[in-house]
């Protein structure tokens, strides 16, 4: 089947620190990868996609590579901020009979400490 | 661009009522929208997936009688929650793609649902 594997949680850096959120996944076929964030109280907001092998996507500060080898989307940003503090998805996306259908890990928290 | 709008935000009411949370796409046609649910500090689950013009696909464990789910235009869905109980209470979301191909899902803001 389809799956998504995060690191758990809570992650606790310090302002400026290099910043790693494990992801891999199992998949039937050549999904898409997702990370989305989710801010306290709110809805998840697109952070990055990738839609195929060695793809990497990028978006403020934020990247992470389609590894087909390693089946991993890790996210990694060199230098965090306070405003990072979120929960992080990481998802994929396969094709099902009536449409295409996301998968989410279980969510990893970041905290980030001035 | 690719925005979700989902109304309303927090909604409060008694057991037994009726509650009906809309989403919209306010600069793409959705072709597709889904809704989830998530209870604290967990992960979403998809509760269904509807396309417009036909009948939402419901998850398995998931009541079709009472999450009602509508998607009669590219640009709103509505989920109602019909007889409303204290378990129902959780925070939903929706979301919403257009036709193309490896388009992401965009979120929106999701629904705090407070059942007394």
């Known amino acids: 089947g389809n799956s998504v594997t995060q690191m758990e949680g809570p992650v606790t850096l310090s302002e400026e620190a290099f910043l790693t959120i494990n992801c891999t996944y199992t998949a039937t076929g050549y999904p898409s990868l997702f990370w989305y964030v989710q801010y306290p109280g709110e809805g998840l907001q697109l952070l990055l996609k990738a839609t195929k092998a060695d793809d990497k996507g990028s978006n403020k500060g934020f990247e992470a590579t389609y590894r087909k080898e390693t089946t991993s989307f890790h996210l990694e940003k060199g230098s965090v901020q306070v405003s990072d503090s979120a929960v992080y998805f990481c998802?994929?996306?396969?094709?099902?009979?009536?449409?295409?259908?996301?998968?989410f890990g279980a969510g990893t928290i970041l905290r980030v400490k001035s | 661009g690719a925005v979700v709008s989902q109304h309303p935000s927090w909604v409060i009411c008694k057991s037994g009522t009726s509650v009906k949370i809309e989403c919209r796409s306010l600069d793409f046609q959705a072709t597709t929208m889904f809704w989830y649910r998530q209870f604290p500090k967990q992960s979403l689950m998809l509760m269904a997936t509807s396309n417009e013009g036909s009948k939402a696909t419901y998850e398995q464990g998931v009541e079709k009688d009472k999450f009602l789910i509508n998607h009669a235009s590219l640009t709103l869905s509505t989920l109602t929650v019909t007889s409303a109980h204290p378990e129902d209470s959780s925070f939903y979301i929706c979301?919403?793609?257009?036709?193309?191909?490896?388009?992401?899902?965009?979120f929106g803001d999701g629904t705090r649902l407070s059942i007394l």
């Open positions: 998802a994929l996306n396969y094709r099902m009979e009536y449409g295409n259908k996301l998968v």
């Open positions: 979301s919403a793609r257009d036709g193309r191909a490896y388009q992401p899902q965009h």
